[in-house]
Every structure is written in C-alpha cells, then in structure tokens.
C-alpha cells in the first residue's frame, strides 16, 4: 500500500475555492491561461468544481505523492478538467478530453 500524503485540509478547500474563482475570472476575460492545461479546451467554468468531466479540477503539476510539500503551493496549480485530471493520474500528462484510450484497448 503506497503512503498516502494527500490531505484535505480547511486552508486546501480555501486554496482550492480561490482557485477556481480565479480560473472563472480568468475565463471570462477571455485568457486561455483559464482553459485546461492538459488538453488546452475550454473549461466549464458553469459547473460546480469535480461535478462534471468537463468541469474544473485543481491539477497539481509536481504530483502530491512525489512532492507532498508543494500541495498548497499555488505556484504548483493549474487549471484542468476534472477528466483529463482523473485520466493523468500521476502519469505525465498526454491524455485530453475525448482523447482517452478505452478500458478495453
Ligand atoms: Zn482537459
């Protein structure tokens, strides 16, 4: 069983709600630093955050487990879906939005 380190904190809810708040503003602005880093779509801002594959997911570019001490460094955030976050997993990233390889494959 591999360590968990990933902790879910009151000041990482925080950090996780400014997040998204600033993604949004971003967005409505029109700046693509708002869409989803891993597959460069547009991210539905509309949807609450994890509630939906195309909605908002905090991504963390170093991964927690490999570095646990840059989990609430904003620095180490970035805006994706909530899919293409699932589909990275720890892997680097190389999956987008419609670009997943079946179960089956
Ligand atoms: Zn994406």
């Known amino acids: 069983m591999a360590s968990r380190v990933r902790t879910n904190t009151r000041r990482m809810h925080k950090l996780r ?3 998204f708040e600033q993604g949004k503003l971003l967005n409505t602005a029109g700046d ?3 869409d989803c880093w ?5 991210i539905d801002y509309d949807a609450d955050p994890g509630s ?7 991504d963390h570019f170093f991964s927690v487990d490999d570095y646990p001490e840059l989990q609430e460094d904003p620095t180490n955030f970035r805006h994706s879906h909530t899919l293409c976050n699932q589909a990275r997993g720890k892997n680097a990233p190389s999956l987008g939005l419609g670009d997943a390889v079946p179960d089956w494959w």
Do not use: I, M, R
């Not at 891993?38 to 547009?42: D, P, Q, R």
């Open 17 to 19: 709600d400014e997040f």
């Open 32 to 34: 693509v630093d708002a």
């Open 38 to 42: 891993l597959c460069k779509e547009g």
């Open 52 to 58: 939906t594959p195309a909605s908002h997911n905090l």
